[in-house]
Protein backbone atom coordinates (compact mmCIF):
# COMPACT_ATOMS: atom_id res chain seq x y z
CA UNK A 1 0.00 0.00 0.00
CA UNK A 2 1.57 3.38 -1.11
CA UNK A 3 1.74 5.74 1.64
CA UNK A 4 -0.64 8.78 0.90
CA UNK A 5 -1.27 12.13 3.08
CA UNK A 6 -4.70 13.20 1.69
CA UNK A 7 -5.70 16.47 2.77
CA UNK A 8 -8.86 18.43 2.75
CA UNK A 9 -10.80 21.69 2.85
CA UNK A 10 -14.50 20.55 4.18
CA UNK A 11 -14.89 18.23 6.94
CA UNK A 12 -17.38 16.46 5.37
CA UNK A 13 -14.90 15.60 2.36
CA UNK A 14 -13.09 14.06 4.95
CA UNK A 15 -15.60 12.20 6.99
CA UNK A 16 -16.70 11.29 3.22
CA UNK A 17 -13.43 10.37 1.95
CA UNK A 18 -12.76 7.95 5.21
CA UNK A 19 -15.69 6.53 5.13
CA UNK A 20 -14.94 5.06 1.26
CA UNK A 21 -11.68 4.25 2.38
CA UNK A 22 -11.78 2.58 5.54
CA UNK A 23 -10.03 4.57 7.69
CA UNK A 24 -10.48 5.37 11.06
CA UNK A 25 -10.74 8.18 13.35
CA UNK A 26 -7.44 9.62 14.63
CA UNK A 27 -8.09 9.48 18.80
CA UNK A 28 -7.98 12.52 20.62
CA UNK A 29 -7.87 14.78 17.96
CA UNK A 30 -10.25 17.72 17.69
CA UNK A 31 -10.47 18.17 14.12
CA UNK A 32 -11.59 15.67 11.63
CA UNK A 33 -8.37 13.29 11.37
CA UNK A 34 -8.38 10.06 9.86
CA UNK A 35 -5.85 6.87 9.39
CA UNK A 36 -5.84 3.28 8.21
CA UNK A 37 -1.99 1.43 7.40
CA UNK A 38 -0.14 4.12 5.57
CA UNK A 39 -3.00 6.33 4.31
CA UNK A 40 -4.01 9.66 6.13
CA UNK A 41 -6.73 11.96 5.65
CA UNK A 42 -6.65 15.43 7.37
CA UNK A 43 -9.40 18.19 6.94
CA UNK A 44 -6.85 21.72 6.90
CA UNK A 45 -9.64 24.37 6.39
CA UNK A 46 -11.27 26.76 3.32
CA UNK A 47 -7.85 27.83 1.39
CA UNK A 48 -6.12 25.45 3.40
CA UNK A 49 -6.01 27.91 6.18
CA UNK A 50 -5.64 25.39 9.21
CA UNK A 51 -2.89 23.81 7.68
CA UNK A 52 0.28 25.53 9.55
CA UNK A 53 -1.49 24.54 12.81
CA UNK A 54 -2.05 21.43 12.05
CA UNK A 55 0.56 20.12 10.52
CA UNK A 56 2.59 19.18 13.35
CA UNK A 57 0.02 16.51 14.03
CA UNK A 58 0.21 14.94 10.37
CA UNK A 59 2.71 12.27 9.43
CA UNK A 60 4.61 13.86 6.23
CA UNK A 61 3.93 11.04 3.85
CA UNK A 62 6.01 10.48 0.64
CA UNK A 63 3.09 11.73 -1.86
CA UNK A 64 0.22 14.41 -0.49
CA UNK A 65 -2.64 14.89 -2.25
CA UNK A 66 -5.01 17.71 -2.22
CA UNK A 67 -8.59 16.12 -2.66
CA UNK A 68 -12.28 16.82 -2.68
CA UNK A 69 -14.69 18.45 -4.82
CA UNK A 70 -13.94 20.89 -7.11
CA UNK A 71 -16.25 23.59 -9.71
CA UNK A 72 -15.74 22.67 -13.63
CA UNK A 73 -14.87 25.78 -15.42
CA UNK A 74 -14.10 23.54 -18.73
CA UNK A 75 -18.33 22.91 -19.94
CA UNK A 76 -17.51 18.99 -21.06
CA UNK A 77 -16.74 18.02 -17.03
CA UNK A 78 -19.72 16.57 -15.97
CA UNK A 79 -20.89 16.32 -12.42
CA UNK A 80 -18.76 13.55 -10.72
CA UNK A 81 -16.33 14.04 -13.21
CA UNK A 82 -12.77 13.12 -12.06
CA UNK A 83 -9.88 16.13 -12.15
CA UNK A 84 -6.33 14.83 -11.73
CA UNK A 85 -4.27 18.51 -12.97
CA UNK A 86 -0.53 18.38 -14.21
CA UNK A 87 0.16 21.66 -12.58
CA UNK A 88 -2.14 24.60 -10.60
CA UNK A 89 -2.31 28.02 -10.89
CA UNK A 90 -2.96 30.77 -8.51
CA UNK A 91 -5.31 33.53 -9.86
CA UNK A 92 -1.90 36.13 -9.67
CA UNK A 93 -0.38 33.66 -12.14
CA UNK A 94 1.71 31.49 -9.83
CA UNK A 95 2.31 27.73 -11.22
CA UNK A 96 3.29 25.01 -9.69
CA UNK A 97 3.69 21.53 -11.59
CA UNK A 98 2.16 18.42 -9.28
CA UNK A 99 2.76 14.74 -9.79
CA UNK A 100 0.90 12.33 -11.75
CA UNK A 101 -0.03 9.40 -9.28
CA UNK A 102 0.39 5.46 -10.61
CA UNK A 103 -2.87 4.63 -11.44
CA UNK A 104 -4.75 7.96 -12.62
CA UNK A 105 -4.13 10.20 -16.09
CA UNK A 106 -3.64 13.56 -15.35
CA UNK A 107 -4.10 16.40 -17.32
CA UNK A 108 -5.06 20.23 -17.56
CA UNK A 109 -4.49 22.69 -14.91
CA UNK A 110 -6.73 23.49 -12.23
CA UNK A 111 -6.80 27.45 -11.24
CA UNK A 112 -6.90 28.10 -7.70
CA UNK A 113 -9.08 31.16 -6.67
CA UNK A 114 -9.97 32.90 -3.36
CA UNK A 115 -13.45 32.64 -3.16
CA UNK A 116 -16.58 30.79 -4.07
CA UNK A 117 -17.31 30.94 -7.92
CA UNK A 118 -20.94 31.75 -7.81
CA UNK A 119 -22.18 32.31 -11.27
CA UNK A 120 -22.04 30.50 -14.85
CA UNK A 121 -20.98 33.69 -15.96
CA UNK A 122 -17.50 33.79 -13.67
CA UNK A 123 -16.67 30.36 -14.73
CA UNK A 124 -16.78 30.75 -18.30
CA UNK A 125 -15.00 34.26 -18.04
CA UNK A 126 -12.16 32.48 -15.75
CA UNK A 127 -12.33 29.44 -18.32
CA UNK A 128 -11.29 31.93 -21.64
CA UNK A 129 -8.80 34.01 -19.37
CA UNK A 130 -6.82 30.92 -17.81
CA UNK A 131 -7.55 27.63 -19.85
CA UNK A 132 -7.84 26.24 -16.52
CA UNK A 133 -10.94 23.53 -16.29
CA UNK A 134 -11.80 23.14 -12.90
CA UNK A 135 -11.33 25.04 -9.89
CA UNK A 136 -10.58 24.85 -6.48
CA UNK A 137 -9.23 27.21 -3.20
CA UNK A 138 -6.95 24.96 -1.53
CA UNK A 139 -4.57 23.04 -4.17
CA UNK A 140 -1.92 25.79 -4.65
CA UNK A 141 -1.52 26.49 -1.02
CA UNK A 142 -1.23 22.35 -0.35
CA UNK A 143 1.05 22.06 -2.98
CA UNK A 144 3.11 24.68 -1.96
CA UNK A 145 3.31 23.48 1.24
CA UNK A 146 4.35 19.97 0.60
CA UNK A 147 7.13 21.26 -2.06
CA UNK A 148 8.61 23.32 1.04
CA UNK A 149 8.52 19.63 2.94
CA UNK A 150 10.53 18.01 0.31
CA UNK A 151 7.46 16.09 -0.16
CA UNK A 152 5.97 14.90 -4.06
CA UNK A 153 2.04 16.43 -4.19
CA UNK A 154 -0.46 15.59 -6.63
CA UNK A 155 -4.40 16.90 -6.95
CA UNK A 156 -7.23 14.29 -7.30
CA UNK A 157 -10.53 16.30 -7.37
CA UNK A 158 -13.83 15.49 -8.27
CA UNK A 159 -16.55 18.37 -9.96
CA UNK A 160 -19.39 19.06 -7.70
CA UNK A 161 -20.52 21.03 -9.64
CA UNK A 162 -20.70 22.21 -13.49
CA UNK A 163 -20.02 25.27 -15.41
CA UNK A 164 -23.51 25.64 -15.48
CA UNK A 165 -23.83 26.40 -11.89
CA UNK A 166 -21.77 28.12 -9.63
CA UNK A 167 -22.48 27.87 -5.98
CA UNK A 168 -24.63 30.50 -4.38
CA UNK A 169 -23.27 32.80 -1.76
CA UNK A 170 -25.59 31.42 1.18
CA UNK A 171 -24.73 28.28 0.85
CA UNK A 172 -21.33 28.60 0.79
CA UNK A 173 -21.55 30.87 3.83
CA UNK A 174 -22.51 27.75 5.41
CA UNK A 175 -18.68 26.52 6.01
CA UNK A 176 -16.34 27.77 8.63
CA UNK A 177 -12.67 29.08 7.56
CA UNK A 178 -12.29 25.99 9.87
CA UNK A 179 -13.83 23.29 6.87
CA UNK A 180 -16.49 22.66 9.73
CA UNK A 181 -19.86 22.77 8.05
CA UNK A 182 -22.17 25.08 9.89
CA UNK A 183 -25.63 22.57 9.98
CA UNK A 184 -28.28 24.75 11.59
CA UNK A 185 -26.86 27.99 9.01
CA UNK A 186 -26.93 26.06 6.61
CA UNK A 187 -30.81 24.50 7.27
CA UNK A 188 -31.38 28.41 7.07
CA UNK A 189 -29.45 29.10 4.12
CA UNK A 190 -31.69 26.37 2.34
CA UNK A 191 -35.06 27.98 3.50
CA UNK A 192 -34.68 31.58 3.40
CA UNK A 193 -34.64 32.00 -0.26
CA UNK A 194 -36.52 30.51 -2.88
CA UNK A 195 -34.59 28.12 -5.32
CA UNK A 196 -32.23 27.61 -2.64
CA UNK A 197 -33.55 24.19 -1.41
CA UNK A 198 -33.29 22.53 -4.96
CA UNK A 199 -29.78 24.48 -5.39
CA UNK A 200 -28.67 23.06 -1.84
CA UNK A 201 -29.62 19.20 -2.98
CA UNK A 202 -28.06 19.55 -6.22
CA UNK A 203 -24.76 20.27 -4.18
CA UNK A 204 -25.20 17.84 -1.99
CA UNK A 205 -26.00 15.07 -4.95
CA UNK A 206 -22.63 16.81 -6.82
CA UNK A 207 -20.17 16.34 -3.92
CA UNK A 208 -21.25 12.97 -3.51
CA UNK A 209 -20.50 11.97 -6.96
CA UNK A 210 -17.48 13.66 -6.71
CA UNK A 211 -16.26 12.24 -3.68
CA UNK A 212 -17.19 8.72 -4.80
CA UNK A 213 -14.93 9.44 -8.19
CA UNK A 214 -12.10 10.82 -6.04
CA UNK A 215 -12.23 8.00 -4.02
CA UNK A 216 -12.30 4.95 -6.16
CA UNK A 217 -8.97 7.12 -7.77
CA UNK A 218 -7.33 7.26 -4.20
CA UNK A 219 -8.06 3.45 -3.39
CA UNK A 220 -6.09 3.04 -6.73
CA UNK A 221 -3.31 5.19 -6.11
CA UNK A 222 -2.75 3.70 -2.63
CA UNK A 223 -2.51 0.36 -4.31
CA UNK A 224 -0.41 1.22 -7.35
Known amino acids: M ?8 VDLEARGLARHLGLSPVSGS ?7 GSVEVACVGLRASALPARAPRLRLQALVVSAGACGALAPELAE ?16 SETRAPAGVEARGTLLCVNGVITSAADKARLWMETGAIACDMESATIVAWAHAEGLA ?5 GVSDTAAHGVSADLAAAVGEDGRVHT ?20 RRGTNA ?15
Open 2 to 9: RALLILTA
Open 30 to 36: AWPHFRG
Open 80 to 95: GALVVPDAVVTEDGRR
Open 153 to 157: AAVVR
Open 184 to 203: VQAVRAALGRRGALRDALAL
Open 210 to 224: ALASVAAALARIARS
